[in-house]
């Protein structure tokens, strides 16, 4: 009896080892397979990862020419050849799908396996872009017209009435009844207000470009203003520009002050905006 029972004994013994061998043969098996599919996700992982930092530079200097394009307008694009609104477009789309390839390599990897440093250059590319791209948007909004301007031509004498009178009088004829100078003392930053009844002409000075930027658009406005008040007299009727330069800004007909762009230098632009150029 005992013969048996150690037979027995035996044959369990060689069961369990055989067990054993099977369970060390599958997990063999799977630890290999687990290593290849860790490979693989790694390598996908890698691969997105580079897709993402590829995306991202080309984000980067798309969002880089947005906002130089905001910034500066007429100097970047003075036709306005491609509106700024096309540019930052492009920069979002590229930010967006920058942002999926990050979290595609970050998704490729198993969830045991380390994100740190996935798609890192990705992420450095996404946060530049996207701070470019703000930056664009924010000053397109805000100023319009961009805060980098173009250096003007401006030539004309500022320091001299006499002299700006004659350079005027070259431009739109002479002033045979004479100069009328008005009082400038209520106006703060108005140096010089002249004026010909003639060939109606006249001219403002101010005595810095910062009172001349703070002052230019009120001028602007009281000119229209005046026009508009009497428009119905033929004496206003025409077509008025001013050209203004970094001090002045001269107020005449449109041949009259296209003459005396050619001479001075400046920037001219018309006297009264129609609500059909506004729109």
Known sequence: MGDDFGFFDDDDE????????????????????????IRASASRSKLLGRFAA?????A????????????????????????????????????ALTVVLVIAARKALPRRASHHGVAAAGIITL???????????????????????????????????GQMEAGIEQAAGTCESGWNGLDAGGYPGITTIEMCADTRVAFVSFDTETSAAMSKALLKTRVADLLAQYADDERTQGDWRL????????????????ALQQLWGGSLEPAVVSAAATE
């Open 60 to 95: 980067i200097a798309v969002g880089a020419a947005s906002a130089a394009h905001e910034l500066a307008p007429n100097i970047i694009d003075p036709g306005g050849v491609v509106p700024g609104r096309y540019i930052a477009l492009s920069a979002a789309v590229l930010v």
């Open 127 to 161: 946060v530049l872009s996207v701070l470019l791209l703000i930056l664009g948007i924010s000053v397109g909004v805000l100023f319009p017209q961009g805060l980098i301007q173009p250096r003007l031509r401006d030539e004309a004498p500022i320091t001299s009435n």
């Open 243 to 258: 050209l203004s330069g970094a001090q002045w800004v001269a107020f005449g007909d449109a041949a009259q002050m296209e």
């Open 14 to 37: 060689n069961r369990a080892v055989g067990t054993q061998k099977l369970r060390g043969t599958r997990s063999a098996h799977s630890s290999g397979y687990s290593v290849r599919t």
């Open 54 to 58: 590829c995306t991202g530079v080309l």
